[in-house]
């Protein structure tokens, strides 16, 4: 009976020590040229206003498949209220994860630049605790560890 208590304790206690549905990588900062998946620093008024513009699309009788698909990324993000929130994209092996963040945590990379980094040869490595939201939307709340590396920053 004592071991079946201690067993009990255990699971319990690590049920409740782990967030669920997280995973750590690493990957370094990947930029883009103009992003136009990002509303961090929009105001109340602007995000009303993308918010009629998309749904006059919605609403539109030829809608395109692009048109839909952004559309549909467009409502999980506001789904998850995440629409006002910054972003970085991080690049690990083959995979390229655009990643929304607090904005205590993007604090620590926003000052990085694709063209100071590349007029430096260096690029930013990062391992990050992210929680998978939906497809192709990922979340975090923890930078666990960046530093600038010698390399080439990547860019589209």
């Not at 961090?40 to 206003?49: H, I, R, S, T, V």
């Not at 506001?78 to 970085?88: A, G, N, Q, R, Y």
Request: aromatic share 12%.
């Amino acid at each position: 009976m004592k071991k079946k208590t201690i067993i009990l304790i255990i699971t319990i206690f690590t049920a409740f020590s782990c967030k669920t549905g997280t995973e750590i990588i690493n990957g370094d900062l990947y930029f883009l040229r103009v992003d136009l998946t990002n509303f961090y620093g929009a105001n109340k008024e602007q995000l009303e206003k993308l918010d009629k513009e998309v749904d006059s699309i919605r609403f539109s009788k030829m809608i395109s498949e692009n048109e839909l698909e952004l559309i549909e990324y467009y409502d999980k993000l506001k789904k998850h209220k995440l629409l006002d929130h910054p972003s970085i994209r991080i690049k690990s092996d083959t995979i390229i994860r655009l990643v929304y963040l607090t904005e205590l945590e993007y604090e620590k990379v926003k000052h990085f630049t694709w063209s100071d980094l590349g007029t430096r040869k260096k690029k930013v490595n990062l391992k990050i605790e992210i929680q998978k939201l939906e497809k192709n939307i990922y979340y975090s709340d923890k930078i666990i560890d960046f530093k600038e590396i010698d390399g080439k920053s990547y860019w589209k």
